[in-house]
């Protein structure tokens, strides 16, 4: 399936073998399991990526459908998440670039907005604020690194992209986040 | 503060979830498991096929082919695309993947899809394969968003260029969606496999229906505006000053043709007609034929200028551009230049 579940975290535990070898016989309650199981992370990640919860919706939403088409291609013995979270991730730095494209204006002429939702009080406003200032790519690698607990040797790997780059927006971006949450 | 607890403390919408797993449990039921099939050739096709190959493979073998496309082609076609003969960039897609030809002939391949076009301005590129549409930037190739769905097909970039839509088939159903791959939307269920058209700077689309009909509809508020049985549309094409152009197997533009295969308008308002075997320019002074060949045409597009016409010759593997003085120039080998296949002409715009 992808390149990325052959060596990052290389091992799914059995549940989750089970999970995936019960939905690719055809099981929908395996599929809800695996579904309710990856979910909250998934649109978490996006959310936080993007700024936009209907957004984020749709993006978590595509990268599990995208999930169910490849579903009979999948290699049991890899685990799920990191493969879905890739996808997550690169739909969601995708779609903070494509916000320029609706405006045929070019790449760099519309700044990037993320803002999460305020329902959960001060803190997230300030959380907002400070994801704001950072580029999709840096939050992008953020989110992997403390939402989703991949280390920078599988950021890397992730997101095709040198180990420096990745330790580099880590230390730019929890800088901004620790100046904003302060 | 805790980064990390800070995440963990962002909101789950639990409604939200419960679309999306509807919708994941639609997809899964709709979904067809991958069997191999082994398909099991007739011995004597198989042995027909390769002695075939062997032949065309071997020196005289390859010179009957030659002499085949020579016969059905343009003589003295120009080995390579060396350059365009007007300004501008073309898009050209097929099995190779996609490609940017500029006016000097350098070319660049964006990427391993099937079908592409231009937006409205020339300054991106939507892309399709097999199930994903892309929007991407033709310079450097970068993929800016991309939205998965099923048996994606012939991507039509319009609009403002504050406001633009992409309208694109999924399998027999006809989606719009913004230019930053938002607000994807079914337009209509069962759309004939041809290209839908965008009327210059509205939202406003063109296309077929399984059913025969050719139907103009605002897809901002949904409405209708106008809705013709032809029976059988082929192509369709909306000239700068707003005129809808529909192909049918009888004709277009009230021209009786047999077999017209793809039409386009010129920015002079002139309409290009490619037949099974003829280019055909319709304008104030009447239809002119200019290029008559022995092997099948496809595909049309003009230069931005509108000084010149290409077509494609896939039996001949050539491209032939021709001027509106008459000027032929084939191009050969076009399949090699491109990665292969029979790569289409999905537009020639103004230089960015």
């Known amino acids: 399936m992808s390149a990325v579940a052959l060596s990052v975290r290389p091992v799914a535990d059995r549940r989750e073998r089970a999970l995936v070898r019960d939905a690719q016989r055809g099981s929908v309650r395996a599929l809800e399991q695996l579904f309710r199981l990856h979910w909250p992370r998934a649109y978490r990640a996006a959310l936080l990526v993007v700024g936009d919860a209907a957004a984020a919706e749709d993006i978590a939403q595509e990268s599990f459908l995208a999930a169910v088409r490849a579903l009979d291609r999948f290699d049991r013995r890899r685990p799920f998440g990191p493969w879905l979270h890739r996808i997550v991730v690169n739909r969601a730095i995708d779609w903070s670039r494509a916000r320029t494209l609706r405006r045929e204006v070019g790449v760099d002429a519309v700044p990037e907005p993320a803002a999460v939702q305020r329902e959960s009080g001060g803190r997230a406003d300030e959380l907002a604020v400070a994801l704001a200032s950072l580029s999709a790519e840096h939050r992008a690698v953020v989110v992997l690194r403390y939402l989703l607990d991949y280390t920078p040797g599988e950021i890397a790997e992730l997101l095709d992209l040198p180990r420096g780059t990745v330790n580099s927006r880590l230390r730019r971006g929890l800088d901004r986040l620790h100046e904003g949450l302060a | 503060m805790n980064v990390k607890r800070a995440f963990e403390r962002v909101p789950v919408d639990r409604e939200a979830e419960e679309r999306a797993w509807t919708v994941v449990r639609a997809a899964f039921a709709e979904r067809e498991p991958v069997h191999v099939v082994r398909r099991r050739w007739p011995v004597a096709v198989v042995a027909l096929a390769a002695v075939c190959l062997a032949a065309a493979l071997s020196p005289p073998g390859r010179a009957v082919v030659n002499a085949v496309r020579r016969s059905i082609g343009i003589t003295h076609a120009s080995p390579a695309l060396f350059r365009l003969p007007a300004p501008g960039r073309l898009l050209v897609s097929g099995g190779g993947g996609t490609w940017v030809v500029t006016a000097d002939g350098s070319k660049r391949r964006l990427g391993d899809w099937t079908s592409a076009s231009w937006s409205p301005h020339g300054l991106f590129v939507v892309t399709a394969d097999r199930d994903s549409l892309a929007a991407v930037e033709p310079r450097a190739g970068v993929v800016h968003w991309s939205l998965s769905r099923p048996a994606v097909a012939l991507p039509r970039w319009g609009g403002t260029r504050l406001d633009t839509r992409i309208a694109y088939l999924s399998g027999s159903s006809l989606r719009v969606v913004a230019g930053d791959g938002t607000g994807d939307r079914l337009v209509a269920a069962h759309a004939a496999r041809i290209a839908p058209v965008w009327e210059g700077s509205r939202h406003v689309l063109a296309y077929a229906t399984a059913g025969g009909a050719v139907v103009v509809r605002d897809t901002d508020t949904g409405k209708v505006l106008s809705r013709r049985h ?48 003829a280019l055909l320019v319709s304008g104030p002074e009447g239809v002119q034929t200019v290029l008559r060949v022995a092997g099948r045409l496809a595909g049309v597009a003009w230069s931005p200028d509108g000084r010149w016409l290409v077509t494609s010759l896939p039996g001949a593997d050539q491209w032939v551009f021709v001027g509106r003085r008459g000027r032929v120039l084939g191009v050969a080998h076009i399949a090699r230049q491109f990665g292969g296949g029979e790569p289409e002409l999905d537009g020639w715009v103004p230089d960015a």
């Open chain 2, 230 to 277: 032809v029976g059988d549309a082929r192509a369709l094409a909306w000239s700068r000053d707003g005129r809808l152009a529909i192909a049918t197997s009888r004709g277009v533009d009230g021209l009786r043709l047999r077999g017209v295969r793809a039409i386009a308008f010129a920015p002079n308002g002139d309409l290009a007609i490619v037949t099974a075997h």
